[in-house]
Antibody, heavy 120, light 107 residues
Framework: EVQVLESGGGLVQPGGSLRLSCAAS????????MSWVRQAPGKGLEWVSG????????YYADSVKGRFTISRDKSKNTLYLQMNSLRAEDTAVYYC?????????????WGQGTLVTVSS | DIQMTQSPSTLSASVGDRVTITCRAS??????LAWYQQKPGKAPKLLIY???SLASGVPSRFSGSGSGTEFTLTISSLQPDDFATYYC?????????FGQGTKVEIK
């Protein structure tokens, strides 16, 4: 069974840093691009960042460019999101999402999400 | 970035109703569009991809259509399990973008 499981969320002060992890299982992790998608409380979905299957290509929303870094470790089947210079508007549930089997950038498996709260 | 606009934002309907949600793109995205269903406190679930292809395990009462800049998601006969929020997503180009969502409520 395909599973992705996020961890690392929590409360952090404005300007602080946090690293999210997403452990993947049930599929060949190195063959799939992955993304992070977030959802602020009571709001809609916002794509944050994506990484190619090899890790050689990374993509970011303008709202996080220069502050967030996506990476992956194929030996650990794990996706990461390093978040620096956090702002109140980064408060959200962060979902890890697996790109579809078709090879296109929509998502056929999502984790349960991890909550990041940026507040003093 | 490509902007995605859904309408309506909220929709009140009864079990058995035919429901249609519209998603418009700010520029042509061919058929590179997906639809998701999300229930409170849960992760989104893929319903439709490539504008009209049904994802595995999704009931046939869900259907999608459209190309270019205008797309629709139709539920042919609304069931109790379908009360949720629905999002469209374009994957024509980065940055990937979602519509703002359409909440389907019980009338």
């Amino acid at each position: 069974e395909v599973q992705v499981l996020e961890s690392g969320g929590g409360l952090v002060q404005p300007g602080g840093s946090l690293r999210l992890s997403c452990a993947a299982s049930g599929f060949t992790f190195s063959r799939y691009a992955m993304s992070w998608v977030r959802q602020a409380p009571g709001k809609g979905l916002e794509w944050v960042s994506g990484i190619s299957d090899s890790g050689g290509g990374t993509y970011y929303a303008d709202s996080v460019k220069g502050r967030f870094t996506i990476s992956r470790d194929k030996s650990k089947n794990t996706l990461y999101l390093q978040m620096n210079s956090l702002r109140a508007e980064d408060t959200a549930v962060y979902y890890c999402a697996k790109r579809s089997n078709s090879g296109y950038e929509f998502f056929d498996n999502w984790g349960q999400g991890t909550l990041v709260t940026v507040s003093s | 970035d490509i902007q995605m606009t859904q309408s309506p934002s909220t929709l009140s309907a009864s079990v058995g109703d035919r429901v249609t949600i519209t998603c418009r793109a700010s520029q042509s995205i061919s058929t590179w569009l997906a639809w998701y269903q999300q229930k409170p406190g849960k992760a989104p679930k893929l319903l439709i991809y490539k504008a009209s292809s049904l994802a595995s395990g999704v009931p046939s009462r869900f259907s999608g259509s459209g190309s270019g800049t205008e797309f629709t998601l139709t539920i042919s006969s609304l069931q109790p399990d379908d009360f949720a929020t629905y999002y469209c997503q374009q994957y024509n180009s980065y940055s990937l973008t979602f519509g703002q969502g359409t909440k389907v409520e019980i009338k």
